[in-house]
């Protein structure tokens, strides 16, 4: 039998089709199913000869990606995005933000972190990954942690390629530290800090903290086992 593939309305120029819509111009190529609400494995806009590969409603007011057949981005009805991947290797990336600029010391990627302060909107805190040096064909990065305050956005944290690490702060005051560690188990856990430095076959590293059930603060060796022994205690 005959089946319309195409239905226009003449008042308003719309066009309804019965099946699946394929445009090609120039080099991008697609296809459109009206037929479904579209899948992650088929997704309602496609490409041309690979059609597991493009947008689909995931809900509703729910936008989802997907390649391979498999959603890999779905932003919802509130803004909020989740990146979905298989990989669970440690050392790569889910997510990259680089720079397209010449090689040069402090040229990276930054992630900034905001909202409405109520004049307008500003980055309240950025992460930004960069080259360390102007060398070329020298990969060592920095990452560095930046805040917004009174006068600007001020870097206030940087972990360098060796492993270094230096805070940066303004100002003084009992109320504000330079650095806290809080441990907010119950009494008689410690709040310390670790430095893992073994120096020999008994002694691995050395320890201070502060003992919330005894209220000292404790400097001294850790074993094997991590018990440590006070050399000094106040």
Request: charged share 10%; proline share 3%.
């Amino acid at each position: 039998g005959v089946v319309d593939a195409i239905t226009l309305e003449p008042t308003t120029g719309d066009a309804t089709f019965s099946g699946q819509v394929s445009v090609f111009p120039k080099q991008i190529i697609g296809s459109y199913n009206s037929g479904t609400a579209g899948t992650a494995a088929l997704p309602s806009y496609a490409f041309y000869a690979n059609e597991d590969m493009g947008m689909y409603p995931v809900g509703t007011d729910t936008l989802g990606f997907s390649t391979a057949g498999t959603n890999k981005l779905t932003i919802s009805s509130t803004g909020t995005a989740a990146f979905a991947s298989p990989n669970t290797t440690a050392n790569v990336a889910m997510v990259t933000i680089r720079s397209t600029d010449s090689q040069g010391a402090n040229v990276g990627g930054t992630l900034g972190l905001g909202g409405s302060y109520g004049a307008g909107l500003v980055n309240y805190a950025l992460i930004r990954g960069a080259k360390e040096n102007s060398t070329n064909n020298n990969s060592n990065g920095y990452m560095s942690f930046t805040v917004h305050s009174a006068a600007g956005e001020v870097e206030r944290m940087r972990i360098r390629s060796t492993g270094g690490a230096t805070l940066t702060k303004t100002g003084s005051g009992v109320n504000d530290p330079n650095l806290s560690i809080i441990n907010s188990d119950a009494a008689g856990h410690e709040a310390s800090i670790y430095f893992n430095t073994q120096h020999s076959a008994t002694d691995y590293g050395w320890k201070c903290g502060m003992n919330i059930a005894t209220t000292t603060f404790a400097i001294g060796t850790i074993n094997s086992s991590g018990i440590m022994s006070d050399k000094l205690a106040i």
